[in-house]
T-cell receptor, first 111, second 114 residues
Framework: EAQVTQNPRYLITVTGKKLTVTCSQN?????MSWYRQDPGLGLRQIYY???????DKGDVPEGYKVSRKEKRNFPLILESPSPNQTSLYFC??????????FGQGTRLTVV | GESVGLHLPTLSVQEGDNSIINCAYSNSASDYFIWYKQESGKGPQFIIDIRSNMDKRQGQRVTVLLNKTVKHLSLQIAATQPGDSAVYFCAENIGGTSYGKLTFGQGTILTVHP
């Protein structure tokens, strides 16, 4: 079964405590991406990767890091989380000029 | 910056009616457009896509229309059902070497009354 798996699904953390949200896909897709979704602002792209070791900034990359060391994984790293990073995060995967498949989301709260 | 937007943030229809959700885009370089449906508590789910060399594309109960002259995209849902109630997003992509960069609209809430 084609899957995009995010972990954790829910996370409450404190300001400044480094965290990583993992994303894994089993579809051998080249493209992976992270989005955050906030009320009234829709989905905004944080970072994306079009292949292993290739990453690019999206629209809101500040405060985030990513890595793409292998094709199936694309972790999102918050080195020093702040309350304004409280959001619903989605990982997505796809191929060139095809639709993106989204994970189930990670709800992050930074207090 | 250029972005995708929507004319109507909410749409309420009766079961069985046809629904039309609109989207305006401003980037004339965009050549690939996608409609997504997002139900509460879930990730966006692909509905239908269209490339800029097409004006219309049909799926099961859904049709996407693209008017490049006025940079307008619409999603038509035939015989709307309560299960169609969700938030609908359009997204655009420039393609080429930037095929990974999707820009989403704000979303339209569709409510279908039985």
């Amino acid at each position: 079964e084609a899957q995009v798996t995010q972990n954790p699904r829910y996370l409450i953390t404190v300001t400044g405590k480094k965290l990583t949200v993992t994303c894994s896909q089993n579809m051998n897709h080249e493209y992976m991406s992270w989005y955050r979704q906030d009320p009234g602002l829709g989905l905004r792209q944080i970072y994306y990767s079009m292949n292993v070791e290739v990453t690019d900034k999206g629209d809101v990359p500040e405060g985030y890091k990513v890595s793409r060391k292998e094709k199936r994984n694309f972790p999102l790293i918050l080195e020093s989380p702040s309350p304004n990073q409280t959001s619903l995060y989605f990982c997505a995967t796809g191929q060139r000029n095809t639709e993106a498949f989204f994970g189930q989301g990670t709800r992050l709260t930074v207090v | 910056g250029e972005s995708v937007g929507l004319h109507l943030p909410t749409l309420s229809v009766q079961e069985g009616d046809n629904s039309i959700i609109n989207c305006a885009y401003s980037n004339s370089a965009s050549d690939y457009f996608i409609w997504y449906k997002q139900e509460s508590g879930k990730g966006p789910q692909f509905i239908i896509d269209i490339r800029s060399n097409m004006d219309k594309r049909q799926g099961q109960r859904v049709t996407v229309l693209l008017n490049k002259t006025v940079k307008h995209l619409s999603l038509q849902i035939a015989a709307t059902q309560p299960g169609d109630s969700a938030v609908y997003f359009c997204a655009e992509n420039i393609g080429g070497t930037s095929y990974g960069k999707l820009t989403f609209g704000q979303g339209t809430i569709l409510t279908v009354h039985p």
